[in-house]
């Protein structure tokens, strides 16, 4: 059974810090992985997308690595800002298509 | 960009009611999903249709549960009797082809209470 972790569960941080939030999955028959934004209440935003052949993606101050022979993605946020407070989900899409989900982390920046 | 949208937004319903959530998937996706979140919780999947049936549904989706592509752009999950803990977050997926690598579009979700 495929499993997805998020660690740190909550992580408060300041304004301006570099930060780095973890996903692990059990299982190496990965299509991709998705990192997801969301606001309290609210839907997914999807943030960026790796491919199972890719090995990082980049999108403005986000930027996110797979390593699919450590079962292992990380989700980079340069310069963080109070905007960027919410729950950062990762999804682990199989050969099925289903997305697997992680319990998330719920980011906090303090002005 | 392409959106999948959900109707309604909040749905408030008695215990014993069945509801309706519906989802227009991208038009030309072929795959589609429901997932839900109670609150929380991890979002969990639900169930995954293709070619008008389930292919794949999760221990969650039971008998209360069934979905239905009743014309080209509708896709809906029907909750017979709804129960307390029915209470969540329902969201709808979709993509053109599972078989390949890209994202899963989601839409913005039905907040479901069952009081």
């Known amino acids: 059974k495929q499993e997805v972790t998020q660690i740190p569960a909550a992580l408060s941080v300041p304004e301006g810090e570099n930060l780095v939030l973890n996903c692990s999955f059990t299982?190496?028959?990965?299509?991709?992985l998705q990192w997801f934004r969301q606001d309290p209440g609210k839907g997914l935003t999807s943030l960026l997308l790796?491919?199972?052949?890719?090995r990082e993606q980049t999108s403005g101050r986000l930027n996110a690595s797979l390593d699919k022979s450590s079962g292992r993605s990380t989700l980079y946020i340069a310069a963080s800002q109070p905007g960027d407070s919410a729950t950062y989900l990762c999804?682990?899409?199989?050969?099925?298509?289903?997305?697997?989900f992680g319990q998330g982390t719920e980011l906090s920046v303090k002005p | 960009e392409p959106e999948v949208t959900q109707t309604p937004s909040h749905q408030v319903t008695q215990m014993g009611q069945e509801v309706i959530l519906r989802c227009v998937p991208i038009?030309?996706?072929?795959?589609f999903y429901w997932y839900r979140q109670i609150l929380g919780q991890k979002v969990e999947f639900l169930v995954s249709?293709?070619?008008?049936?389930?292919?794949?549904k999760s221990e969650i989706f039971d008998d209360q549960f069934s979905v239905e592509r009743p014309d080209g752009s509708n896709f809906t999950l029907k909750i017979r009797s709804t129960k307390l803990e029915d209470s969540a977050m329902y969201f709808c997926?979709?993509?053109?082809?599972?078989?390949?690598?890209?994202?899963?579009?989601f839409g913005s979700g039905t907040q479901l209470s069952v009081l």
């Open positions: 999804g682990f899409r199989n050969q099925g298509g289903k997305l697997i």
């Open positions: 299982d190496s028959a990965i299509y991709n």
């Open positions: 790796i491919q199972s052949s890719q």
């Open positions: 038009s030309n996706h072929l795959y």
């Open positions: 249709f293709y070619n008008n049936e389930i292919s794949e």
């Open positions: 997926a979709s993509i053109f082809d599972r078989a390949t690598n890209e994202k899963l579009f």
